[in-house]
T-cell receptor, first 117, second 116 residues
Framework: DAGVIQSPRHEVTEMGQEVTLRCKPISGHNSLFWYRQTMMRGLELLIYFNNNVPIDDSGMPEDRFSAKMPNASFSTLKIQPSEPRDSAVYFC???????????????FGPGTRLTVL | AQKITQTQPGMFVQEKEAVTLDCTYDTSDPSYGLFWYKQPSSGEMIFLIYQGSYDQQNATEGRYSLNFQKARKSANLVISASQLGDSAMYFCAMREIGTNAGKSTFGDGTTLTVKP
């Protein structure tokens, strides 16, 4: 398996522009998570999906952020308009949902390093 | 609300010695899982070990073991025979299984430096 795939790996944009981050989870996994990592705030859970349905988006910082999961193999995190304080590494992770055995550990993608100028 | 506390921002250990990284947690959910992840300087997040809240025995994975003390709500990671490649940031995390199934929280991390 290729693991969790994220694109782009690096994104540099100017304030006010729309940014779309993409994620392809591991095949067969039905939980998907979006995290943001910064030096100041550490690793924050933004939103997670079970079976393509958003379960908890309480970590989404504000209305400028939105996430979708149109099918089991694809998710997007969109920031519109972007601001310099959005600069961070954004991770996508996937796992089996609870109750499906094992430790349900999350497998992380390589992350997208976003810089907003 | 669930919370993970890692009180050691940085730790040093001599190569080949054992080291314990502390983690305490708080949750109202009776069912949860505890995880440790490693993040080397390259940035990827690597799963190390898992402990379920109802597991009777402490989890072990090679040189990693989890010292789980449920009554004290602690889940310390023990790395035996440290290697230079163990130098990294280590995160403790919790994932609820009950009411908020799936919701996960990470601690602030501990930076481990292994000295030759």
């Amino acid at each position: 398996d290729a693991g969790v795939i994220q694109s782009p790996r690096h994104e540099v944009t100017e304030m006010g522009q729309e940014v779309t981050l993409r994620c392809k989870p591991i095949s067969g996994h039905n939980s998907l998570f979006w995290y943001r990592q910064t030096m100041m705030r550490g690793l924050e859970l933004l939103i997670y999906f079970n079976n393509n349905v958003p379960i908890d988006d309480s970590g989404m910082p504000e209305d400028r952020f939105s996430a979708k999961m149109p099918n089991a193999s694809f998710s997007t995190l969109k920031i519109q308009p972007s601001e310099p304080r959005d600069s961070a590494v954004y991770f996508c992770a996937s796992s089996l949902a609870e109750g499906q055995g094992g430790g349900n550990e999350q497998f992380f993608g390589p992350g997208t390093r976003l810089t907003v100028l | 609300a669930q919370k993970i506390t890692q009180t050691q921002p940085g730790m040093f250990v001599q190569e080949k010695e054992a080291v314990t990284l502390d983690c305490t947690y708080d949750t109202s959910d009776p069912s949860y899982g505890l995880f440790w992840y490693k993040q080397p300087s390259s940035g990827e997040m690597i799963f190390l070990i898992y402990q379920g809240s109802y597991d009777q025995q402490n989890a072990t994975e090679g040189r990693y073991s989890l010292n789980f003390q449920k009554a004290r709500k602690s889940a310390n990671l023990v790395i035996s025979a440290s290697q230079l490649g163990d130098s990294a940031m280590y995160f403790c995390a919790m994932r609820e299984i009950g009411t908020n199934a799936g919701k996960s929280t990470f601690g602030d991390g501990t930076t481990l430096t292994v000295k030759p």
